[in-house]
Each structure stands twice: as structure tokens, then as C-alpha cells.
T-cell receptor
Framework: DQQVKQNSPSLSVQEGRISILNCDYTNSMFDYFLWYKKYPAEGPTFLISISSIKDKNEDGRFTVFLNKSAKHLSLHIVPSQPGDSAVYFCAASAGGTSYGKLTFGQGTILTVHP | DTAVSQTPKYLVTQMGNDKSIKCEQNLGHDTMYWYKQDSKKFLKIMFSYNNKELIINETVPNRFSPKSPDKAHLNLHINSLELGDSAVYFC?????????FGSGTRLTVV
């Protein structure tokens, strides 16, 4: 039973445009959400996070939106760059940031074309 | 300096063998994890240690045994390897703003 789902296996975007990656979750106990980026043969690297007390968090070109009622979050990348091409994982945790295990989605492959 | 380092990066071994994967972090974090990325690309937690003490143990066969000699190291021992153990195993340590992952160990059981 997958509690975190990324229903789009892949996304292709033109350089300079906006990339929107989506994530849905089912566990209402999740209260902390993260996005990770992963290049081939490397481990996931932390991108941005959001607590359930917020509905938006920005960091440079990356913005995460959280819709608790819909149990949905999204990552916006503006403007998209070819170096953003990677696999993006959404993750969620219950009980704040302490100890809580991260439950991951299956990832979305983003390709940004020059 | 690599923050979380795993060795080996690749491991090919025969069924029935016993193998170990080592993990070290130089970030001073208290909590470390092992995750498994299966063939469907899901990353699933296996174990978590906090300051050498086991705090999370998911439903993992007891052929898998983590060992933490100190809070900077969390090694994974796997006995009697099976074909289904083939996966990429990631070590991670906990930071304030998310986890720091190692680069992974691709285990192939033949």
C-alpha cells in the first residue's frame, strides 16, 4: 500500500519554462514533506521541504506547495534548466522531523530540453 | 570530503553468500538509516539507528543485520543472500533539513 504516490513517471519541459511535479499522499499523519533530486549513480540530494503548518515554501527557483485538504503537494521549478534533469522524489514523514522514517514516492524523471 | 560514504559501490555475489556494506558519515549526526531501492524504484526504509541504538526496524528478513559500532558508522550485514536481495542500498544520516544520503551500493545476487 503506497502512502506516497507520484503518478507521473516522467515529465519533459523546455528550458526556461516551468516544471511542475506532483505528489499525492494518503496518510493524514504525515506532517513534514520533502523533495529530493537524484542523478544516476548518486544518492538522493535534499532540495526543499515544507511543514504541514505552511502551504508554501520557496527556495530560489524551487517552490513547494502543500494542499492538506487534497493531500497533495507539488514542486515548481522556474525557470527550468537542463541541469535540473534528474529523478525527483517526494517524501513524507509523520511526527515532525525527529527520527520519523521517510516514506518515498516512486519518483518522476524530469527532462529539461535546451 | 564526502559527507556519507558507502563501500562498496558495486557488489556482485552468488546466492547463499554473506556480505557486508559499510557506511560512514562525517557530519556529526546522531541518526543513521538504511534504505533499499527496489526494482520498482521505491525507496523503502529498512533500519534506523540513533547514537548506536536501533530505533526503527521495518519488516526486514532477519538475514539482514545492521551494526553500529559508533554513531558515525552503520554497517549492513546480509546472510544467505537471495536473488530478491538484488537492489540498490542507500545509507543516510539525518540533518535538520532532511537527510543526507550516500551514493548507494548496487547489490546484484546471481
Amino acid at each position: 500500500d503506497q502512502q506516497v504516490k507520484q503518478n507521473s513517471p516522467s515529465l519533459s519541459v523546455q528550458e526556461g519554462r516551468i516544471s511542475i511535479l506532483n505528489c499525492d499522499y494518503t496518510n493524514s499523519m504525515f506532517d513534514y514533506f520533502l523533495w529530493y533530486k537524484k542523478y544516476p549513480a548518486e544518492g538522493p540530494t535534499f532540495l526543499i521541504s515544507i511543514s504541514s503548518i505552511k502551504d508554501k515554501n520557496e527556495d530560489g527557483r524551487f517552490t513547494v506547495f502543500l494542499n492538506k485538504s487534497a493531500k497533495h503537494l507539488s514542486l515548481h521549478i522556474v525557470p527550468s534548466q537542463p541541469g535540473d534533469s534528474a529523478v525527483y522524489f517526494c517524501a513524507a514523514s509523520a511526527g515532525g522531523t525527529s527520527y520519523g522514517k521517510l516514506t518515498f514516492g516512486q519518483g518522476t524523471i524530469l527532462t529539461v530540453h535546451p | 570530503d564526502t559527507a556519507v560514504s558507502q563501500t562498496p559501490k558495486y557488489l556482485v555475489t552468488q546466492m547463499g553468500n554473506d556480505k557486508s556494506i559499510k557506511c560512514e558519515q562525517n557530519l556529526g549526526h546522531d541518526t543513521m538509516y538504511w534504505y533499499k531501492q527496489d526494482s520498482k524504484k521505491f525507496l523503502k526504509i529498512m533500519f534506523s539507528y540513533n547514537n548506536k541504538e536501533l530505533i526503527i526496524n521495518e519488516t526486514v528478513p532477519n538475514r539482514f543485520s545492521p551494526k553500529s559500532p559508533d554513531k558515525a558508522h552503520l554497517n549492513l550485514h546480509i546472510n544467505s543472500l537471495e536473488l530478491g536481495d538484488s537492489a540498490v542500498y542507500f545509507c543516510a544520516s539525518r540533518a535538520d533539513r532532511g537527510y543526507t544520503f550516500g551514493s548507494g551500493t548496487r547489490l546484484t545476487v546471481v
